[in-house]
């Protein structure tokens, strides 16, 4: 079979090649490629900056955000040939931590975590993949292609459960929900905070075009601009870019006892403002900053669910661009256009 390979910290070194068909061992469910979702993590693999290979091996297949079709659903699980599946990415570390041994390896404790197309697993870059019946999940088939944004929906099911989590220490009732960033993780992040019944706004830095088409189609409201500059303080920042200066702005513009989670993975910035009068403006509001990355079974359902019963139209408008497995260095190429790309493997 052909699969999407990298050498992981060695620039330039992907490659759309022949690969041998996936182990037996790697999982009794065996899974005919749909698609694959291309984000940051995947380019900053290709360029060498992240990404570890399966121990013992060369080369690691890229991908984490997957959609397949069962070709063999194997003895222990009860799927059909034929369903829509996704794969989730990460694995628990094999101590456990406290937290992998309850299942929550995405609050893995001691970093020996494994990921799919990330951590010492492959990817689902491949055109059959294989996977344990237990980290396979099913979507609704009427999603189709769809089901390629699950992955990015649990992320931010993670996310606002823990802004939930931290609202719940006293007595709360968000009014005002701030998006920063309106790429796929933000526009999702949107769109699930809209199914709560709060004010959602997102800001970002184009001022035309889908983004904010894609928002007000929400009846969510946009801005672009400075976060500094919107006209009223919100009780919750889901900030998605990563950028230095947004981060400190966030920070400078949340409401009393505001809620920041942070789920964009940047680097740099220079501090605008003293430590110290951040920390003294978060103590004299009670302001909370709470990173979160990845999901654990819980947000795959949760996030599955609302998957299911989104509007078709507009989560459709989300995928930007389609590539074929042979053109993956074009669909890694950021075009200023683009909300998600997708590598195809097959018709749906
Ligand atoms: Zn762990």
Not at 48 to 75: F, Q
Request: glycine content about 12%; charged content about 25%.
């Amino acid at each position: 079979m052909k699969a999407i390979t990298v050498e992981p910290k060695k620039p330039g070194s992907a490659r759309y090649e022949d690969f041998p068909e996936p182990e037996v061992g790697e999982g009794s469910v065996l899974v005919e490629a749909v698609a694959v979702g291309v984000c940051g993590t995947d380019v900053e693999i290709v360029e060498g900056k992240y990404g570890w290979a399966p121990p013992g091996k060369k080369s690691l297949v890229l991908g984490h955000e997957s959609l397949g079709r069962v070709i063999d659903p194997g003895p222990n699980s009860s799927l059909k040939k034929g369903d829509l599946v996704v794969g989730i990415v990460r694995r628990p570390d094999p101590v456990p931590c406290p937290n992998c041994a309850v299942g929550e390896w995405d609050m893995c404790r001691n970093g020996q975590y494994t990921e799919r197309g990330i951590k010492e697993i492959h990817g689902f870059m491949s055109e059959r993949w294989r996977i344990e019946p237990e980290y396979v999940i099913k979507v609704d088939p009427s999603l189709g292609i769809l089901g390629v944004l699950l992955e990015p929906t649990t992320v931010v099911t993670k996310a606002l459960e823990q802004v939930v989590a931290v609202g719940q220490r006293a007595f709360w009732e968000p009014e005002t929900l701030l998006v920063t960033g309106a790429g796929p993780i933000g526009l999702l992040a949107a769109f699930v905070a809209s199914l709560r019944g709060i004010e959602v706004h997102v800001l970002d830095r184009v001022e035309t075009g889908l983004k904010p088409e894609l928002v007000r189609d929400l009846g969510a409201i946009y801005h672009s601009g400075s976060v500094l500059d919107l006209g009223f303080e919100p009780d919750v920042i889901i900030e998605c870019t990563g950028v230095g200066s947004v981060i400190a702005d966030a920070i400078q513009k949340i409401g009393a006892g505001g809620i920041i989670c942070l789920t964009g993975v940047g680097t740099g910035g220079v501090a605008s403002r003293a430590v110290a009068d951040v920390a003294a403006a978060a103590v004299l509001k009670n302001n909370v900053i709470v990173g979160s990355v990845n999901a654990n079974k819980r947000h795959w359902y949760k996030a599955a669910k609302a998957l299911a019963n989104a509007d078709r139209k507009w989560m459709g408008r989300l995928i930007t661009r389609r590539e074929k497995p042979e053109n993956f260095k074009q669909a890694l190429e950021r075009k200023p256009d683009d909300i998600k790309v997708i590598i195809q493997f097959s018709d749906i």
